[in-house]
């Protein structure tokens, strides 16, 4: 099973940029679904963006516009660029891999440990 490890959390002020790494353990190029989930105290775990391997993409629709998933296939590892970040989007975020042909939201997968995104002035 791919071993992940996320990176690239931390506290910005609200209208900021982070951008979140997740390197896998092994190659991703055969994995279908890379994808970052979030986290909120209280709330569900919710699907934030999720991205194929051929390159289609799924984004929460609170996220639209703002986040952009991308993976290097070549280093194993994916990202997601925060950009005007907003209190609301204070969570922790995990990475998936998911070899299931979806890109909506999935309880299977690898999952990461997280990282703490916190927004806040």
């Known amino acids: 099973q791919v071993q992940l490890v996320e990176s690239g959390g931390g506290l910005v002020q609200p209208g900021g940029s982070l951008r979140l790494s997740c390197a896998a353990s092994?190659?991703?190029?055969?994995?279908?679904?890379m994808a970052w989930y979030r986290q909120a105290p209280g709330k569900q775990r919710e699907l934030v963006a999720a991205m194929s391997n051929g390159g289609n993409t799924n984004y929460a629709e609170s996220v639209k516009g703002r986040f952009t998933i991308s993976r290097d296939n070549a280093k194993n590892t994916v990202f997601l660029q925060m950009n005007s970040l907003k209190p609301e989007d204070t969570a922790v975020y995990y990475c998936?891999?998911?070899?299931?042909?979806?890109?909506?939201?999935?309880?299977?997968?690898?999952w990461g440990q997280g990282t703490q995104v916190t927004v806040s002035s």
């Open positions: 998936n891999a998911n070899r299931i042909r979806t890109l909506a939201s999935s309880p299977f997968g690898s």
């Open positions: 092994e190659s991703i190029i055969s994995i279908y679904a």
